[in-house]
């Protein structure tokens, strides 16, 4: 090293000598180390040819093993549902399942007969929808009578009622009152 560079980082000559002497040793071991492990390797390598590990001939595929394992789970699921059909079929009763007999057309066609009307026995007849009267009773509102009347809230028919009524308030029913319920 250069002496500018040592006074630069602090570092005395003598430290300097005893960093190249470790790094000299260092190489030297290395090298003794790398040797002793490539003896070591060629040793194992003339111990395991010698062992003789061969592949046994007699071993099967594990590609083998899974499709005989895939073919005998089939055959066994096979079987179980052929036990448990015939178990289902034997516990139930006879009696439930037998059919019933179907019945002939002639039976049949004595309950219905069709008549063709006459031309003058039948008349339009319109159906005539008169207006209904109710008496309010306790717990009546003008909501609950529409669903009775009308199957469901509509607010058109409680417009009407309040219309035929003539109702300033809807809220406003006393028990007894009587109301005209129009059906159209």
Do not use: C
Not at 43 to 60: A, I, M, P, T, Y
Not at 79 to 96: G, H, N, Q, R, Y
Not at 145 to 168: L, P, W
Request: aromatic letters at 8%.
């Amino acid at each position: 090293m250069k002496s500018t560079t040592l006074r630069r980082s602090n570092i005395t000559r003598v430290k300097v000598a005893m960093m190249d002497d470790l790094s000299r040793y260092n190489q030297q071991h290395q090298d003794e180390d790398f040797y002793k492990a490539q003896n070591k390797t060629r040793e194992l390598d003339v111990l395991w040819q010698s062992f003789g590990v061969k592949q046994n001939r007699n071993e099967k595929a594990p590609q083998v093993y899974f499709v005989t394992g895939l073919i005998v789970g089939v055959i066994i699921t096979l079987a179980i549902t052929t036990v448990v059909s015939l178990l289902i079929s034997f516990s139930t009763p006879k009696d439930e399942m037998t059919l019933p007999a179907k019945k002939s057309n002639i039976e049949t066609s004595e309950k219905f007969s069709f008549i063709p009307a006459d031309n003058a026995a039948v008349k339009t007849t319109s159906p005539v929808l008169s207006n209904e009267e109710y008496v309010v009773k306790e717990g009546d509102t003008l909501e609950s009578i529409v669903i009775r009347f009308y199957g469901s809230f509509d607010m058109s028919k409680v417009n009407a009622i309040q219309s035929v009524n003539k109702m300033a308030n809807p809220n406003a029913l006393s028990i007894g009152q009587k109301l005209i319920i129009p059906m159209k």
